[in-house]
């Protein structure tokens, strides 16, 4: 094993890291930032001014040239034209008019044509062609400005051709001359960053996402990247070049190749790569030793803006299943005009919620949690985004004072109720069972009451994959959760409950806790390197959930497919090795022991034969046969009775509250007895075939 100290720069790295990325030459964002100073005002306009004539007097002598050459080569005819016609001024006249005027009704001044794209030509062809049928019309209604048809069309080409040639040469001088400047600036510094040193990236992909690219790359003098090459598997397109930079193939002595180059980073630009291909791409090319990167849509986040940008690979890409966009026609009109409660509205899960039905348009959004910091982020957050379009409403109050939570539903009267608020860190509520119980099963009756107390139209309750043969106190109490969710099928208000796994980077999970260590210079502790866990992202987990809710009917089950199971030691290794340093050498992984109530696996969730389809292929619905009220009462009760019997003592407690969950939860189990079947469970064999893959690949 490698060495736990940490190694230099370790901090600057991972915490200090920042991807250096594309930076916006828009001259407009340049503008609107020197406007914030009132001293640069009067330049601006001054220089915006300047720019435009100059391009409309470069683009007159264009027309004037082409109209010299017009009327001489007509006055090699017999007499037609000569340089003495007196129409000659009103016709040159005119064809400028009728050019330059579409030109400005355009914006083909507006541009910043060292920037140009093809949209941008496009543009100024369609303007001079409008501007040509413009002026062959007035020259039928006018004579003196008719040049004929033939001579007309000719001029307008010409002149056409000729402005767009100017428009090339311009970004050509521009693109040269910025080359030499960093050429120049780089001798001169002796590599240092007194200017802009560009990193030489190989682009993998040379499709239209990577052409475009390595234009943008190409054409921005800020930009901290110079395109070296294109690397691709299309036969077709390899050896060839695009801009003037050459496609090399993908096979195997590619990171051959690379080592050989003078390249130091490498970026994936490839739009339709699966979440397997991320994966396969990602562990080639780290192999380079270059930084690997990628160009695509930001990951995991559900405010983000729907363009492709440069940054660093997630933990997230490299999963086995692609992320999960969810998308129903029925999910905005459940919620729009709806008053919507969400308890524990302040932790991972309830602040996504909170921030997927602010967008749905409710009438009215009330968060209510107990724990008042994480309550206000997530205000502070809606207000800064939606402003007045939102009305919102924090309240902190505790899901185990049923006199506070009956005057909250008396006055806000929720229409839909997403319950949340529960304790869910296993190795702490195994110290704490009295308040696992407490918060999460009494709380969650007491919610329930209320629900039904004030006409609440639905009520779904957050489950986990643990509540599945239970081996901790955390799991039996949401087992027990989802009984008193399932056992009110005869209440006028609908009931649900939804079953997922672990989602990425919620409080208290892995990766935060990795993050951590990893910026401490480790090592990174495992409680086990066999251990397996499902995962998903917090948004696709609550977008699924939040479709659950629109389609729910009383009293059923949901659960949701997490895809397959991930080791919790690739987990970690990966994430080594995004912050740029390797495993077991710069970061140590060392194991530590299991923790009270923990298994090696959680069982799979997707036991199809006890499950019922919905027309969502990512939602189920199992088939489990619902207790009644009475008997739930009397789980309940036992429980409670075990809580109070053993309040004095504490060293008896625990057993005691076990001994109760194995009385009230049939499928609860000690964690040795699930453990000792890990060598043939289905779960750990499906971890197994997906690395076998992985390495076959």
Same mark, same amino acid.
């Given at each position: ?57 470069? #683009? ?32 040159? !006249? ?87 400047? #960093? ?25 239209? &996402? ?52 003078? !390249? ?12 397997? #291909? ?127 939570? #009956? ?90 409950? &939804? ?54 009917? %009383? ?60 027309? %969502? ?18 789980? !309940? ?36 007895? &699930? ?19 992985? %390495?076959?690949?």
């Amino acid at each position: 094993m490698g060495s736990t100290v940490r190694p230099p720069g370790v901090g600057r790295v991972f915490g200090g890291l920042r991807s250096r990325r594309i930076e916006d030459i828009d001259e407009k964002e340049k503008m609107k930032e020197m406007y914030n100073d009132h001293k640069g005002i009067d330049f601006l306009k001054r220089t915006i001014t300047k720019r435009r004539i100059m391009l409309m007097l470069i #683009d007159l002598l264009i027309v004037i040239d082409v109209y010299g050459v017009i009327v001489l080569c007509a006055g090699l005819k017999a007499g037609t034209w000569h340089l003495g016609d007196r129409f000659a001024l009103v016709k040159l !006249i005119g064809l400028a008019i009728c050019l330059l005027l579409p030109r400005l009704a355009l914006g083909i001044y507006n541009s910043i044509w060292r920037y140009a794209n093809v949209r941008t030509h496009l543009k100024l062809i369609l303007s001079d062609t409008i501007g040509g049928a413009l002026f062959i019309l007035l020259g039928r209604l006018y004579h003196g400005i008719y040049l004929g048809v033939a001579y007309s069309v000719t001029a307008v080409l010409f002149i056409m051709l000729a402005t767009l040639t100017s428009r090339f040469v311009y970004q050509l001088i521009y693109a040269v001359s910025d080359s030499s400047s #960093d050429l120049r600036e780089g001798s001169a510094t002796s590599g240092q960053t007194k200017g802009i040193n560009r990193i030489n990236v190989a682009i993998v992909g040379a499709g239209n &996402v990577g052409a475009t690219l390595a234009g943008e790359l190409t054409r921005n003098p800020k930009a901290h990247y110079r395109p070296y090459c294109f690397i691709d598997k299309d036969v077709a397109k390899i050896g060839s070049e695009i801009n003037g930079i050459r496609v090399y193939p993908e096979n195997e002595r590619v990171i051959e190749f690379i080592q050989s180059h003078p !390249i130091q980073e490498i970026i994936i630009a490839l739009p339709d790569a699966s979440a397997e #291909d991320k994966r396969r791409l990602y562990d080639l090319y780290q192999r380079t030793g270059c930084k690997v990167k990628i160009y695509d849509y930001p990951l995991g986040d559900s405010d983000a803006v729907n363009k492709r940008s440069l940054r660093e690979f997630k933990i997230e890409d490299l999963l086995f299943r692609d992320s999960i966009a969810v998308k129903s026609a029925i999910v905005r009109p459940f919620y729009a005009d709806k008053v919507v409660l969400v308890t524990g509205g302040g932790g991972s899960i309830g602040s996504e919620l909170c921030r997927q039905i602010a967008k749905m348009q409710p009438k009215k959004l009330v968060i209510l949690d107990i724990y008042e910091n994480n309550a206000y982020d997530i205000q502070q957050e809606l207000v800064r985004y939606h402003g007045d379009r939102l009305s919102l409403e924090v309240v902190i109050a505790s899901v185990r004072d049923v006199q506070r939570l #009956d005057e909250i539903f008396r006055e806000v009267r929720p229409d839909i109720v997403f319950h949340a608020a529960a304790h869910k860190h296993v190795p702490l509520m195994e110290h704490s069972g009295c308040e696992a119980i407490k918060n999460n099963v009494i709380g969650t009756y007491n919610v329930a009451d209320m629900a039904e107390k004030y006409g609440v139209h639905k009520m779904v309750l957050i489950s986990t994959d643990k509540a599945v043969n239970p081996t901790n106190i955390m799991g039996a109490s949401k087992r027990l959760c989802e009984m008193v969710i399932q056992c009110r099928t005869d209440a006028k208000t609908e009931f649900a409950a &939804v079953r997922f796994g672990n989602v990425l980077g919620s409080n208290g999970s892995v990766i935060p806790l990795f993050k951590k260590q990893i910026a401490a210079g480790g090592p990174i502790t495992l409680t086990d390197k066999r251990i397996i866990r499902y995962f998903m992202t917090i948004p696709e987990a609550v977008g699924l959930v939040m479709e659950t809710g629109a389609i729910a009917r %009383n009293g059923e089950l949901f659960v949701l497919d997490m895809g397959k199971p991930v080791r919790i030691l690739d987990l970690a290794e990966n994430m080594i090795r995004l912050s740029g340093l390797k495993p077991y050498e710069d970061i140590d992984i060392v194991e530590i022991g299991l923790r009270p109530g923990e298994k090696l696996y959680e069982e799979l969730l997707m036991q199809t034969e006890d499950l019922d389809k919905t027309e %969502n292929e990512l939602i189920f619905i199992e088939r489990d046969r619902p207790l009644s009220r009475a008997e739930v009462d009397a789980k !309940i009760e036992v429980l409670m009775h075990a809580i109070e019997d053993t309040a004095d003592s504490r060293n008896g407690f625990h057993d005691a509250v076990i001994a109760a969950l194995k009385v009230v939860v049939p499928t609860f189990r000690e964690p040795h007895e &699930v453990n000792q079947r890990a060598a043939v469970a289905k779960e750990m064999n499906d971890v197994k075939q997906v690395a076998l893959g992985a %390495n076959a690949r």
